[in-house]
Antibody
Framework: QLQVQESGPGLVKPSETLSLTCTVSGGSINSSGYYWGWIRQPPGMGLEWIGSIYYSGSAHYNSSLKSRVTISTDTSKNQFSLKLRSVTAADTAVYYC?????????WGQGTLVTVSS | DIQMTQSPSTLSASVGDRVTITCRASQSISNWLAWYQQKPGKAPKVLIYKASTLESGVPSRFSGSGSGTEFTLTISSLQPDDFATYYCQQYNSLWTFGQGTKVEI
């Protein structure tokens, strides 16, 4: 059973870079056909897809965040990561990593990241 | 970008009710649509993919239909465990979620 789990700082200062890592267990990040993605949910609000990276390494991003986001993989550690630059209070949210062939079948438990000085 | 619009935003229902949630896409997405259920403090869980295919382990009271731009999620007989928020998601062109429908008592 494939599992994913987020890790990273719970507090980030405005204008800095939010960095999160997702560790994959029960399978390989090189699994053919899999997408590895990040989704966030501001408090009390809905889900927003941030971006996804294909097992081959090609990444796709939400157009509203594209200028500030980078998603990458580290196959040696079986992890993928999210970097969101120049954060503001509007980036405060629960961040989920998730995976699946097209839709998301495996989700992490989510990690709350608060942007505040 | 493809926009997804769900209705209603909130739905009040009782145990045993038949419940229908609608999702509309801003352009045709064929049947590349998934439905998720989310409970407070938990990650979403996929219920249906490819518009009408039930994910393994999901109760048969859940069903999905539609293609193109109009889709529905139906719960045939609402159970206490079904009070939650439901999201549609298109995966025809990148990914987009609907804004969610909260099913409450």
């Amino acid at each position: 059973q494939l599992q994913v789990q987020e890790s990273g700082p719970g507090l980030v200062k405005p204008s800095e870079t939010l960095s999160l890592t997702c560790t994959v267990s029960g399978g390989s990040i090189n699994s053919s056909g899999y997408y590895w993605g990040w989704i966030r949910q501001p408090p009390g609000m809905g889900l927003e897809w941030i971006g996804s990276i294909y097992y081959s390494g090609s990444a796709h991003y939400n157009s509203s965040l594209k200028s500030r986001v980078t998603i990458s993989t580290d196959t040696s550690k079986n992890q993928f990561s999210l970097k969101l630059r120049s954060v503001t209070a509007a980036d405060t949210a629960v961040y989920y990593c998730a995976s699946g062939y097209y839709y998301q079948t495996s989700w992490g438990q989510g990690t709350l990241v608060t942007v505040s000085s | 970008d493809i926009q997804m619009t769900q209705s209603p935003s909130t739905l009040s229902a009782s145990v045993g009710d038949r419940v229908t949630i609608t999702c509309r896409a801003s352009q045709s997405i064929s049947n590349w649509l998934a439905w998720y259920q989310q409970k407070p403090g938990k990650a979403p869980k996929v219920l249906i993919y490819k518009a009408s295919t039930l994910e393994s382990g999901v109760p048969s009271r859940f069903s999905g239909s539609g293609s193109g731009t109009e889709f529905t999620l139906t719960i045939s007989s609402l159970q206490p465990d079904d009070f939650a928020t439901y999201y549609c998601q298109q995966y025809n062109s990148l990914w987009t979620f609907g804004q969610g429908t909260k099913v409450e008592i």
